[in-house]
């Protein structure tokens, strides 16, 4: 059976949005998804001394754009990203290891989100050892559905998928009603239950940041951390 599990297009993505994708066969960048002000489409956050920050993307974009059409709004962020990253990890033993990454895939010469999203997405996937195929929702044929519950049961057809793998936040975008279009659809419906766990941070550990804390942290041991974890339940909606 393949488990699909269909995601937003988070920039420097949660532990706990990893821990999804760990645990399906196919992960869909939903790219074709509104735009969202003030969520984690271009942006997440990392905890310093001083107190969290946020790593933002600065976009111009309208309403009802679609994520795959919205661009980036100058280049400047790009210096503050890595000094941050630097400011924050330099001191980590696995810092060389993994920021000359962040480097080149901030190097890129482009107007568009996705462009800076997608890379260090799949980066990440790839870091901690995950196997899963990644496409974007651009890339599959066919017509958009008009409703978000009919378009992820498109897609999830559309990549052979017998099972979606939603987060606990599914409720904010579909109904009961939804839920059951799946059943009806012949597909399982899951949720995924995450309880964040506290490891040695080489800055400051906080729950909920982004996945780069783990990495520079636990270096190539986090590609163990999300198979072995005790932290991860699948339950049927």
Same mark, same amino acid.
């Given at each position: 059976?393949?488990?699909?599990?269909?995601?937003?297009?988070?920039?420097?993505?949660?532990?706990?949005?990893?821990?999804?994708?760990?645990?399906?066969?196919?992960?869909? &960048?939903?790219?074709?998804?509104?735009?969202?002000?003030?969520?984690?489409?271009?942006?997440?956050?990392?905890?310093?001394?001083?107190?969290?920050?946020?790593?933002?993307?600065?976009?111009?974009?309208?309403?009802?754009?679609? &994520?795959?059409?919205?661009?980036?709004?100058?280049?400047?962020?790009?210096?503050?990203?890595?000094?941050?990253?630097?400011?924050?990890?330099?001191?980590?033993?696995?810092?060389?290891?993994?920021?000359?990454?962040?480097?080149?895939?901030?190097?890129?010469?482009?107007?568009?989100?996705?462009?800076?999203?997608?890379?260090?997405?799949?980066?990440?996937?790839?870091?901690?050892? &995950?196997?899963?195929?990644?496409?974007?929702?651009?890339?599959?044929?066919?017509?958009?559905?008009?409703?978000?519950?009919?378009?992820?049961?498109?897609?999830?057809?559309?990549?052979?998928?017998?099972?979606?793998?939603?987060?606990?936040?599914?409720?904010?975008?579909?109904?009961?009603?939804?839920?059951?279009?799946?059943?009806?659809?012949? &597909?399982?419906?899951?949720?995924?239950?995450?309880?964040?766990?506290?490891?040695?941070?080489?800055?400051?550990?906080?729950?909920?940041?982004?996945?780069?804390?783990?990495?520079?942290?636990?270096?190539?041991?986090?590609?163990?951390?999300?198979?072995?974890?005790?932290?991860?339940?699948?339950?049927?909606?």
């Amino acid at each position: 059976r393949i488990e699909h599990f269909m995601g937003g297009t988070h920039d420097l993505p949660f532990v706990g949005t990893l821990a999804k994708i760990a645990k399906a066969d196919a992960y869909v &960048i939903y790219d074709t998804a509104d735009y969202q002000k003030g969520y984690f489409d271009n942006r997440n956050r990392i905890m310093t001394k001083n107190g969290q920050v946020w790593l933002t993307i600065p976009v111009s974009a309208r309403l009802g754009q679609q &994520i795959r059409d919205v661009k980036v709004a100058g280049s400047s962020w790009k210096k503050k990203h890595l000094k941050t990253i630097s400011q924050v990890y330099g001191r980590s033993v696995f810092f060389d290891m993994y920021y000359p990454d962040f480097e080149k895939m901030l190097s890129v010469s482009s107007e568009w989100l996705m462009d800076f999203v997608e890379p260090t997405l799949i980066f990440l996937i790839e870091a901690f050892g &995950i196997d899963v195929t990644v496409k974007r929702a651009s890339e599959i044929e066919g017509l958009q559905e008009p409703t978000p519950a009919q378009e992820l049961i498109r897609l999830t057809k559309a990549m052979n998928g017998t099972a979606y793998l939603a987060g606990p936040s599914w409720a904010a975008y579909m109904t009961n009603e939804d839920v059951s279009s799946f059943q009806l659809a012949g &597909i399982e419906f899951l949720e995924m239950q995450y309880t964040p766990f506290k490891y040695e941070s080489c800055a400051v550990f906080a729950e909920n940041m982004s996945a780069v804390d783990m990495l520079f942290s636990l270096g190539p041991c986090c590609r163990n951390t999300l198979s072995e974890s005790s932290n991860v339940e699948i339950v049927n909606v």
